[in-house]
């Protein structure tokens, strides 16, 4: 057995195949030469293999070990990075195909000659309970007007007065309930669009609902100035 002195000029950088120093004994097979290896005491192998014409059989035990102290005494380098490339990306301006144009879509069907008639008829109702409620606004007012203290003659004139005044919008109420019944069934039943039919209902409301609004501040207006 020998060893080397521990000098780093006897450490060849050409030669990449080291171990931790150790006494490792030298045969004629497999010699091996200790030296430092990059700083630190390590092994340098160094085959010396037979002349002669060599078989695979005869080189694979030699070559094996010396695979292996190669990958034991690789020095650190750059790697290839695995990040994804520029290559690898997906890129392009492909532009997608233009189809066919969309349909317009149908007309809604306007409204029916049943809805058109009934929506006449609640109109016609509210409209007369409005006449007959101006046609009785004068003789409440009147009576409001005159009242004494509660609980007299007056007052219960101008009482009765105005309760008939109230009476004679019940028919405009009755009829804003029913366009309001009918304008939900439509909006709930048609399509998200404001359908013709339903138009036709809202525009019959509004009308309706315009007298009642009126009717209903007149009270209010006659009823705040009676006394009790």
């Given at each position: 057995?020998?060893?080397?002195?521990?000098?780093?000029d006897?450490?060849?950088p050409r030669t990449g195949l080291c171990l931790p120093l150790a006494e490792i004994p030298e045969t004629k097979s497999s010699p091996l030469l200790l030296a430092p290896c990059y700083g630190s005491l390590m092994i340098r192998a160094?085959?010396?293999l037979p002349l002669g014409p060599l078989?695979?059989?005869a080189v694979l035990p030699l070559a094996l070990p010396l695979a292996m102290l190669a990958s034991a005494c690789s020095s650190p380098g750059s790697y290839p990075s695995l990040a994804l490339r520029d290559v690898e990306r997906a890129s392009g301006s492909a532009k997608p195909v233009s189809g066919e144009p969309a349909a317009p879509a149908a007309p809604l069907p306007p409204a029916s000659a049943d809805l058109t008639t009934r929506l006449d008829g609640l109109?016609?109702?509210a409209r007369e309970a409005n006449q007959q409620f101006q046609s009785n606004r004068p003789a409440a007012e009147r009576a409001v007007a005159a009242a004494g203290d509660t609980g007299s003659d007056s007052w219960s004139t101008a009482s009765?007065?105005?309760a008939r005044l109230e009476s004679s919008r019940?028919?405009?109420?009755v009829a804003l309930g029913d366009l309001d019944t009918l304008y939900v069934e439509a909006r709930t039943a048609g399509a998200l669009e404001e359908t013709p039919s339903a138009k036709a209902i809202a525009a019959a409301r509004d009308e309706v609902d315009g007298w009642v609004a009126a009717q209903n501040a007149i009270i209010a207006a006659l009823s705040a100035r009676l006394p009790g």
């Open positions: 057995m020998r060893a080397v002195s521990a000098t780093p006897s450490c060849q160094k085959a010396r078989t695979f059989p109109v016609a109702a009765v007065a105005l019940s028919s405009a109420m």
